[in-house]
């Protein structure tokens, strides 16, 4: 141990090595001692390996997490893209008190061994490493996002700083500023409109559902996103991921291009668009809005990556289309409708119906025991067809004939009134013991040398008796119907949208709302402002 402690102590490792070797073949006379030699050499040599893979790093210097007041900082470029403000650094948990230090302790330590490396390569060598498993989600390794300088023509990456790392870090130069590591090159990349299109704006493609356009752009830039947590376990855990190319409206190119239609579309028209559709496109996730420091409250994302960004011809490649409803059908009702009577159906429907209840009477330990049941509901006895169609809404859309079906059990009235009463004797019951199964014997077998055959026996509860009071019960019911006698009780049936597109040669089509927006139709109402409209 005194030997090996110390800066050089891999060296005099290494010295002791080479002298153990010729020290064995000097003394190696014969195959077993050149056998033995060999082996304790090669295990010499292990040992020298697995020191020197586990040796501190040099430059593993202590990365402070934390201020002298306790509030989290990082290094260059990690400082840029990281939300310090996230409730994991911030707030204590109640349930879990040493969740914030353990999240402090962890992430420091994990710092520790990354770093930011950068290499010169070839052109569209420089391609995101995911997890193939999981390409969007959480468990990415350091090294998966990775960015491309397009003047430099280097590609930079992050990745475990480790002497076990040989392959990962062969040809890469970690990244420096003074005697820190620089995290920048690896955090974020612009994309900007003169690499690689000539001046021509790159295309960023902007969609949700059914709406999409093309909105040429000056930049856009990708972050390396870092999960403290893994949201599906909240262990803590560190994650890697590259977010979608994002831009603001202050990024889009201030040039001409076509509609769907061959229209003309200025910046100022696809800017008034975008924000008729902030819902659908604006970005909220707080990482990105805060590693930007954007000061526009409009940030949007785009679909796919920078090499997908090609030159902007049209702001749409076809009419747009959206789903749209009846608002009249998409409305749900429920009202008395002078609907047909079943086929064969001769007897006049009453407003108010008599309901007998039958009496019946049963033994128990000699007493006897009374109950009341009804033979027939008056819904049971409801003449009405259960379907009608073609009928309008009298609450409103009288020009539209729709579908209604007969509102099950609710022709009558829920508050029926008694009309009549009788006393019904009563038996009082005890269960003395309660039911239950044995298994007995049966003096049977398998076969010769085989288990007995046993039975299952089922118990009856034992039970006790004793006359009761008698109970005033109601044997005769009034009820009321809700609709008068030639009408009956009806939903209406909810019937879905139909996707509607700008081509005026439809029937049903879009109406503009202004020369680059459309809406649904006069009467019709889409799922963004009516809750109960749908679409198949």
């Known amino acids: 141990p005194e030997v090996l402690s110390g800066p050089n102590g891999l060296k005099r490792l290494t010295i002791l090595y080479v002298n153990a070797c010729d020290l064995g073949k000097r003394r190696a006379n014969g195959p077993d001692q050149v056998l033995s030699m060999f082996y304790h050499s090669s295990a010499l040599v ?9 040796r501190p790093l040099r430059d593993r210097a202590d990365i402070a997490v934390t201020d002298e007041e306790g509030a989290p900082t990082l290094p260059k470029g990690l400082s840029d893209v990281l939300n310090l ?19 402090l302790h962890e992430f420091q330590e994990s710092l520790k061994d990354i770093a930011c490396f950068c290499k010169t390569v ?44 040989l392959v990962g870090k062969m040809g890469w130069e970690v990244q420096r500023e003074g005697n820190e590591r620089d995290f920048s090159k690896c955090m974020k990349d612009t994309f900007q409109a003169r690499q690689p299109f000539d001046s ?9 559902g059914s709406t999409n356009f093309n909105v040429p752009i000056n930049q856009a830039t990708e972050l390396t996103s870092i999960f403290l947590e893994d949201p599906k376990t909240s262990r803590s855990e560190l994650g890697f991921m590259k977010t979608s190319p994002v831009f603001s409206l202050e990024d889009i190119a201030d040039t001409e291009i076509q509609d769907f239609d061959g229209k003309p579309v200025t910046k100022q028209d696809i800017e008034k668009m975008l924000k008729h559709y902030e819902d659908l496109f604006t970005v909220k996730d707080p990482f990105i809005l805060e590693s930007l420091k954007s000061q526009s409250s409009h940030v949007f994302a785009c679909t796919g990556s ?15 289309a959206q789903c749209c409803c009846n608002k009249a059908s998409a ?19 009453e407003e108010k119906k008599i309901q007998e209840l039958e009496y019946s009477e049963h033994n128990f330990g000699g007493y006897p025991s009374g109950s009341l049941s009804e033979k027939h509901h008056p819904e049971e006895e409801d003449e009405f067809e259960d379907k009608v169609q073609g009928m309008p809404d009298p609450n409103g859309g009288a020009e539209d004939l729709l579908e209604w079906v007969k509102a099950e059990g609710k022709q009558w009235k829920s508050d029926a009134v008694c009309k009549h009463k009788r006393m019904v004797p009563r038996v009082k019951q005890t269960v003395i013991q ?62 879905p949208g139909e996707c509607m597109s700008a081509d005026q040669q439809q029937q049903n089509h879009l109406v503009s709302k202004d020369p680059f927006m459309y809406e649904c139709p006069v009467g019709h109402v889409d799922p963004s402002t009516h809750a109960d409209c749908r679409c198949a």
């Not at 409730?87 to 230090?101: A, F, L, Q």
């Not at 030159?311 to 747009?320: D, I, N, T, V, Y």
């Not at 109601?474 to 009806?490: G, M």
Request: glycine share 6%.
């Open 46 to 54: 292990a040992s020298v390996f697995s020191l020197w893979s586990a």
């Open 434 to 495: 309660p039911a239950y199964t044995e298994q007995v014997r049966t003096g049977r077998y398998y076969g010769e040398g085989q288990d007995e055959i046993m039975e299952t026996v089922q118990h009856a509860a034992k039970m006790s008796y004793q006359k009761a009071d008698p109970e005033e019960m109601c044997d005769q019911w009034e009820w009321t119907r809700e609709c008068p006698s030639d009408e009956a009780l009806y939903d209406k049936v909810i019937k």
């Open 331 to 349: 409305t749900p009702s429920q009202v008395c409708l002078k609907a047909p009577k079943k086929e064969g159906s001769q007897s006049k429907v």
């Open 306 to 320: 920078f090499d997908d960004m090609s030159e902007c011809k049209h702001l749409r490649s076809h009419a747009p």
């Open 200 to 208: 021509r704006p790159g295309c960023c493609a902007v969609a949700n």
């Open 122 to 165: 070839s052109t569209g060598t420089c391609k995101d490493n995911v997890n193939p498993d999981n390409p969007k989600g959480f468990g990415n390794q350091p090294w998966g996002p990775q960015f491309y300088d397009r003047e430099k023509h280097t590609c930079c990456k992050m990745d475990w700083d480790a002497s076990w790392n």
């Open 85 to 103: 403000s996230d409730p994991i650094w911030t707030e204590v948990d109640p349930v879990r008190p040493g969740r914030r230090d353990r999240y």
